[in-house]
């Protein structure tokens, strides 16, 4: 059979983050002694090259042929070791490390417990690594294509990058335009550039690019496959308006038999629409959606004698006949670029948002400042009695962030910014107004962050450290109740509008994005990158990338940065134009299998097949494996009745050594 | 049982949650007690009921198996396996008079650094209180 195995073990001091807890020295005379082993060496870092060297030049002077590394978590630090003992002419796959690090050193403190356990998890890996088998990745063709979820700045930004490479892009949106949170923003922190003439350029490019293909008012609806290959099915939900036809004039708008009777979701529902509408005068494309719930036709069946919009429609684009179209295609990357929700205020009672109407969101205040808002940029509030021009106004900051009360227990990261920026925009539009922002801590730490910050101060514009309790009605005013945290001061501060410097929170429809790209969720509740640190735009998913707030809260620059990162993450099987598939994948032994087809129906990628095959002058059936389909799971093998599935490298004979060197302490 | 009795316990986890939030247990340096000894498998539906039974012959006074939340499999339905195929061994473990405080089975995810050390404490705690396992062991056998 193979030649007889000869393991080198290498034990890494990692500094002293492993030989602090673990007597690095003593594991390696332990590993000396445990069969089959030729060497034990210690070293300082044994990632580094000279480490790696280390592990070489054993390979290629004592001829090992199997190597342990104890050392880190094999998540971390597997590949690095594999390429090396490659790179000295041994199988990549003859490597199994013992994970001293993050599961002995860093949870255990008594010296004595962490060395008897990292012996036994050296000797475990030893007792695996003898009995491993030599594998091959496999190259399949990966789909020179990506598909980006979510048409906010993130997703416009990467599949910009990715189509001016060269590759196809689908863009999915869910709305019916490019666009996102940025453009509903006034003005951007801390340079003011007017948020739609930075963005708008782009949505256009989005939209005219001759490879990317948008889908507006779209939704993915499953995803199979794996990277280089995942068929996409997306559904284009009906706008009831003829896409090619539309020219985007607005008559239908004007003429809506509900014209301006509905909450404009773009105006944070302070402007109003009618059942046909654009979100907004810039959207793109620039084709007007009947919203199925408020259009008297589609929930009535009945609008008059006929749908005023049909009648008005000179180019004939109304089509109340119109029915989703599925959408299907192939794409060798995904970008994820789903965005946040802005903190529901409501769920801090205290506050006084829903009674009040003079207390308002952040959002709400973009809408409010903005020239091409509700009031056309004209600050003016409802107190409860009469629309007034606000002259004491209060910011009141971390609502719904650093509050461990409703869960959220992150910092937002934007709204100390934003709140600064708006109370210079309202310095500019009131200039007699009484404006003050209670905090708990000032966080201006990006790039001219500060200095704006000192700027706004200086427009006598006042900070108060403290947490305000609770906001109420005090004849035509809103009291504010807080205590000055600096001076130990209790006030009780009469204002005419307050803002909530509302936090960002995880989509409340993110499940259905873990769902289909099986995605996770970091403490957060945003969606988990594959490192904090070394991986930040990967997932667990390979080929599945984050970019912008769905992985954590994030300002326009970190996020046009994270979507640039996504993007030439997400093009390098792409350019490659080939994957390289898990070799750890499941193996049938022919011989042995009686072709009763349990693991057939386990499957949960349909990898398995039932096959005719002559066995000594018999036809018998034999389950095979498609390698490109399969994962490596292992579901498949506990179900097995005669043990003749098996995923490579998690055999049954690769395991239960594992169990026995781990079961001999006592 | 003598007072200063440690049992031995073996743990199977997957490599996507359990074994992520195992270390991030590690890179949050939460400490938890050193009787648990962990075999990484791609999924906790790779654990075969006969690894369990296996564990407890060679010398394990108790087993943990921990996978991903049930709906959150990396591999879609593999924890939806392994829960049906341990809640049977369980059962039969029971049947056999297999104290089933020996049997852990749980879901932690990758974020959940704080969770797997729970996981841990209760699981040597309860085999602690099981007491050294004397049943089925096999003489060690050289692999």
Not at chain 1, 430 to 435: E, Q
Not at chain 1, 603 to 627: D, F, K, S
Not at chain 1, 642 to 661: E, H, Y
Request: proline residues 5%; contains cysteine; hydrophobic residues 40%.
């Amino acid at each position: 059979m193979t030649e007889k195995p000869k393991v080198g073990v290498y034990v890494c001091h990692c500094g002293i983050n492993i030989s602090a807890t673990v007597d690095v020295d003593a594991v390696a005379e332990f590993a000396k002694k445990l069969p089959n082993v030729n060497v034990a060496r210690t070293y300082s870092y044994m990632c580094s090259d000279p480490g790696q060297s280390l592990i070489k030049n054993d390979i290629k002077e004592l001829g090992l042929n199997r190597v342990v590394v104890a050392s880190c978590s094999p998540r971390m630090h597997e590949p690095t070791f594999r390429k090396a003992i490659k790179e000295a002419g041994i199988n990549p796959y003859f490597l199994e490390m013992a994970n001293v690090r993050e599961q002995c050193s860093w949870v255990h403190e008594e010296k004595e417990e962490a060395t008897a356990k990292a012996k036994k998890l050296v000797a475990a890996s030893v007792a695996k690594v003898r009995v491993l088998e030599p594998l091959e990745a496999k190259e399949v063709d990966a789909e020179p294509a990506a598909l980006v979820i979510g048409a906010g700045i993130a997703g416009i930004q990467a599949a910009l990058d990715i189509a001016d490479a060269g590759f196809k892009v689908y863009l999915v949106e869910k709305t019916p335009s490019v666009g996102g949170r940025m453009a509903q923003l006034d003005k951007t922190f801390p340079t003011l550039d007017c948020s739609a003439c930075i963005l708008t350029p782009k949505m256009v490019d989005s939209a005219n690019h001759p490879n990317i293909e948008l889908l507006s008012y779209a939704e993915v609806e499953e995803i199979g496959g794996f990277i280089g290959n995942f068929d996409v099915k997306v559904r284009k939900k009906a706008r009831y308006v003829d896409f090619e036809k539309c020219t985007g004039c607005g008559d239908c708008a004007s003429a809506c038999r509900v014209a301006n009777r509905f909450p404009s979701e773009f105006d944070q529902g302070m402007g109003k629409r009618s059942a046909i509408y654009l979100p907004f005068p810039q959207a793109v494309p620039a084709k007007y959606t009947i919203d199925p719930d408020s259009c008297l036709f589609l929930t009535r069946g009945k609008c008059g004698k006929s749908p005023k919009c049909e009648e008005v429609c000179l180019a004939n684009a109304i089509n109340f006949e119109q029915e989703d179209e599925i959408v299907e295609f192939r794409v060798g990357a995904v970008i994820v670029a789903t965005g946040f929700d802005a903190f529901d205020a409501s769920r801090k009672p205290e506050f006084g948002y829903v009674d009040y109407p003079n207390v308002i969101t952040g959002m709400e205040m973009e809408r409010l400042v903005s020239s091409s808002g509700p009031t056309g940029g004209k600050v003016t509030i409802n107190n409860g009695e009469e629309e007034i021009i606000p002259k004491e106004i209060a910011f009141i900051k971390c609502v719904g962030s650093r509050d461990k009360s409703i869960g959220n227990e992150y910092c937002s990261r934007v709204c100390c910014m934003y709140t600064a920026k708006q109370a210079h925009l309202l310095r500019d539009k009131i200039p007699d107004a009484n404006i003050r922002v209670y905090y708990i801590d000032v966080r201006a730490f990006g790039k001219g962050f500060e200095e704006f910050y000192d700027r706004v101060r200086r427009e006598n514009i006042r900070y108060i450290r403290g947490n305000p309790s609770e906001i109420f009605k005090r004849g035509n005013k809103l009291v504010v109740k807080v205590e000055d945290t600096l001076t130990s001061t209790p006030l009780e501060d009469e204002v005419d509008m307050v803002v909530l410097a509302v936090g960002l929170e995880p989509r409340a429809d993110m499940r259905k994005m873990m769902d289909l790209l099986r995605l996770s969720q970091s403490p957060d509740r945003f969606f988990l990158e594959a490192h904090p640190k070394l991986r930040p735009v990967d997932t667990a998913t390979d080929g599945v990338f984050l970019a912008g707030c769905c992985q954590g809260p994030k300002d326009i620059p970190d996020t046009v940065a994270q979507a640039k990162g996504a993007a030439s993450s997400a093009m390098i099987p792409l350019a490659r134009g080939k994957v390289i598939i898990g070799a750890q994948v499941a193996n049938v032994d022919e011989s042995t299998c009686r072709g009763c087809g349990f693991c057939v129906s386990i499957c949960p990628y349909t990898a398995i097949e039932l096959v005719a095959v002559n066995r000594m002058g018999h036809q018998v059936e034999v389950a095979r494996v498609n390698e490109a389909l399969c994962k490596g799971c292992g579901s498949c093998s506990p179900a097995c009745l005669s043990d003749s599935i098996q995923p490579k490298s998690f055999r049954d004979r690769q395991i239960l050594p594992q169990i026995a060197a781990l079961g001999v302490m006592r | 049982m003598s007072d200063n009795y440690e049992p031995n316990i073996v743990a199977f986890l997957c490599n996507w949650c359990s074994y992520a939030g195992a270390d991030l247990a590690g890179t949050s340096r939460m400490q938890y007690p050193a009787n648990i000894q962990i075999i990484r498998v791609m999924c906790s539906g790779r654990v075969n009921p006969l690894f369990v039974m296996n564990a407890l012959q060679q010398g394990a006074d108790g087993v943990l198996i921990s996978g991903c939340h049930i709906g959150d499999c990396h591999y879609m339905e593999g924890n939806f396996y392994a829960r049906r195929r341990l809640g049977m061994l369980k059962e039969l473990m029971e049947f056999i008079g297999v104290d089933s405080r020996r049997f852990h089975m749980s879901w932690v995810s990758a974020s959940e650094g704080h969770k797997w050390k729970e996981v841990v404490e209760k699981t040597v705690e309860d085999a602690r209180e099981a007491g050294p396992y004397e049943g089925f062991r096999r003489r060690r056998i050289d692999w």
